[in-house]
């Protein structure tokens, strides 16, 4: 199974960014996507997961900024980051849940300047 990442980039604080994520490989039976991300100097944390059958769920601080989409017939999960703040500023990454297994992606930067 294989995760790939793409749409991090630079982006002025109040801006937005959209994250794409595709998987390949043996994967039927996805179930779980979600996107979760890294700061320098802390522990990584959930941002957003979504579920086969479309139910979101969202960390705290991104509520309301952030949403998280998933095309299962592309096996691609999304996550549009509005209003981003410096605090967002991360290595984003890509999980899928195929029985029982979790997969991650290599991560994207996202960097908000203030």
């Known amino acids: 199974v294989q995760l790939v990442e793409s749409g991090g980039g630079l982006v002025q604080a109040g801006g937005s960014l959209r994250l794409s994520c595709a998987a390949s490989g043996s994967i039927t039976g996805i179930n779980v996507m979600g996107w979760y991300r890294q700061a320098p100097g802390k522990q990584r944390e959930l941002v957003a997961r979504?579920?086969?059958?479309?139910?979101?769920s969202y960390a705290d601080s991104v509520k309301g900024r952030f949403t998280i989409s998933r095309d299962n017939a592309k096996h691609t999960v999304y996550l549009q980051a509005n209003s981003l703040q410096p605090e967002d500023t991360a290595v984003y990454y890509c999980?899928?849940?195929?029985?029982?297994?979790?997969?991650w992606g290599q991560g994207t930067q996202v960097t908000v300047s203030s």
């Open positions: 979504i579920t086969s059958g479309l139910s979101a």
């Open positions: 999980t899928a849940v195929i029985y029982q297994e979790t997969y």
